[in-house]
């Protein structure tokens, strides 16, 4: 077993932390683990990868799959069901984990770059570290960035804070300097000169396109900042972006070394227990996705269901249940807004969610962004323009590119897309209410299981116009925040650490759930 040992301090830490990255053989080895010598920037690259993928990306999501309706639970009782039901407290560790474990070895990166005059590190390190930022502000708002370590000067133990506006403007900056840094030459040390890069192999071309997808993503989220949005600047950085499948930025787990090295969605992220794993069965509102088209709620097999899900093990139909009702309550809501069948409370009623298909199986890769979501993004941008025929053109692509990654044949595709064209899809493209509808629900099923989901959901205020009748708030919903009406607000952002708050309630402020649980980000304010 090769081990790669990294000391560093954060500004949210107190103490030096050791990092011990994945089993795999690309990891070089220190001569004493205790006490590492100097490490290069081609040696540091693995670890920023791996701690943006298992430390921050998945600790992000982990609750966020159950808030946004992708998994539920089997019990009434238990820790499990609190993202379900909007039980987010100050222990959500996706902070700690991101400033302690993660954006140090970013930044550190970014410096090693710099001193060995080997630009494509630092522009790899700064991607990941607005990548690391935007999903931090993302959930919380207002966030940590200047007062952060940087990997000259000492730690700060009580930070201020950045308005997201402003770390808005940070990650383009970052994102510029990275696609100016990959346009440089490295002096000493290729990319890939130590295999650590784990994504793309050295290939500089598709980092320089990862962050333009990047950029894409970042600017398109300014919808309601009508002075900010720029649709134009959003298709630039679309074009810019990835042009062709096989250039997903994601983090390839494999088997057969450590447990930690598989799909935390397969075992080891809380999904062992046969009487109570985290999530139990995916639940009937993400069946509803994958099995009706939009804005007619005409029921259709997406042949990607087979791709992702398990059927029942009784009957071999594929159902789910409502987020927060546990298998007590029965099949959830149904694509047409009614009830399903509330007899189904048998284990065998529903298919697992763990090692159920191509998201939560033990090699299931973790994307950040790909070249579907980057097609998308571009469809919204111009439909929002008034190109009509553009934006379907787009959604077409990032559609079957999504088909194509999960392994559908070309017939289903075809299959696919010509029911979508007699379901009345070029008409629906040009009402934007019906067209964004088509574009979001095809993003929450290309998204799945990733935190961008939610941003896409408060930026379309939870909205059935674009979700469809069966998008509702959870049953046994946290009733000392919020109401059950779906009409009264939704869950809008994540309460600070509890580190966080205890140490540094001045720069904190108010973090109790009422206020931050239904406080807007900034993005999503008018």
Known sequence: MKTLHIKFLSVLSITALTITTSCKKYLDVNTDPNNPTSVSAANRLVGAITTTNGASMWRGSREIAGLVQYGTTQLNTGTNRNAEQWRYTAS?????????????????????????????????????????????????????????????????????FNDQQTVYQRIQTLLDEAIVAFDGTNKTAALNSKNGDIMYQGDVNKWKRFAYALKARYLNHLTKKTSLYNPAK??????????????????????????????????????????????????????????????????????????IMLPAASDGKYRGLRSGGALAGGQGILADGSNGDPTKTEVTDYGAFSKSGYYTNKTSAFPFITYSEVKLIEAEAKLRSGNVAGSLADYEQGVKANMRKLGVTVADINNYWTAQLNDGIASHFANMTQGLSHIFRQKYITQ??????????????YSKDIYGPSLKKPLNINTTIFSSNDSDPWIQAMVYETNEATRNPKNVGDNSEKTRLLTPVWWNQQ
Request: aromatic share 16%.
């Open 448 to 461: 799945c299981l990733n935190n961008e989901t939610w941003v896409d959901m408060r930026r379309m205020d």
């Open 234 to 307: 959003v298709i630039e950085a679309c074009e810019n972006a990835f042009n062709a499948d096989g250039m997903d930025a994601q983090f390839d787990y494999i088997a057969g070394a450590l447990q930690t090295d598989e799909n935390p969605w397969s075992s080891w992220g809380g999904f062992t227990s046969t009487t109570d794993p985290r999530y139990f069965t995916w639940s009937q509102f993400f069946v509803n996705m994958l099995t009706s088209f939009p804005v007619t709620n005409s029921l259709y097999q997406d042949p990607r269901i087979s791709k």
């Open 92 to 160: 959500y560790f996706f902070w700690q984990n991101a400033y302690v474990y993660t954006m140090p070895n970013c930044v550190d990166l970014i410096n090693l770059g710099k001193s060995e005059e080997n630009p494509h590190f630092t522009g790899a390190g700064k991607t990941l570290l607005a990548l690391n930022l935007g999903m931090l502000t993302d959930q919380y708002g207002s966030i940590v960035v200047d007062d952060f370590y940087n990997g000259v000067s000492g730690i700060n133990l009580v930070p201020s």
